[in-house]
């Protein structure tokens, strides 16, 4: 099983490279942040809650995040490994990771990051705003908010995995292709 959480700032292109990974690995993909946006529209009410911390570029509270994900890695007990994308974003949510598969005995091998410059990556989710119809990519200040979330709370996982031996950082700019072939690299390195 090779689990692996593919890591970085918002609009880094995390969803975008695991949606090749998985393909070609034949791992299932789990982006919190899609699942979210799957109960928003069906207006559970996990969909309500989230929205509203999700519109202004909070993160949503760590309990329900985790409650949520849980369930999603149950249902799939048959597979080769997930790629876990915007999971985990607090140290409470790595920790909760760790406890869970580690109880499973299928461990995370690797955390990758992506590595691109803040001022690209405003440009990037202000284009994808313009189609994405996410509140929270139309917004300057709401972007920033994020970037905000991330580095407060989010960036210290860095230094988590790096204690574990299994932080990895791959440049995050250039063509989808060079940048897929770059996580390859790394992911058949461990
Ligand atoms: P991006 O990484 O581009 O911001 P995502 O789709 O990963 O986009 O996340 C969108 C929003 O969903 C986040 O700003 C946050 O509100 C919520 N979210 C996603 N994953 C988590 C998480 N692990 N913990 C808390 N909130 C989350």
Known sequence: MKNIVLFGPPGVGKGTQAAFLKDLYKLTHISTGDVFRNNIKNNTPLGI?????????NLVPDEVTINMLEEEVN????TNGFIFDGFPRTTSQAKAL???LNAKNTPIKAMIALDVPEDILVKRILNR???SNRPDDQDESRIRHRFNEYQTKTAILIDYYTAQNKFYSVNGVGSLEEI???LIKVFEAF
């Open 49 to 57: 809650l989230a929205k509203s911390y999700m519109d202004k570029g």
């Open 75 to 78: 249902k799939f007990p048959n």
């Open 98 to 100: 760790d406890l869970f």
């Open 129 to 131: 705003g313009l189609t």
């Open 180 to 182: 897929t072939k770059r």
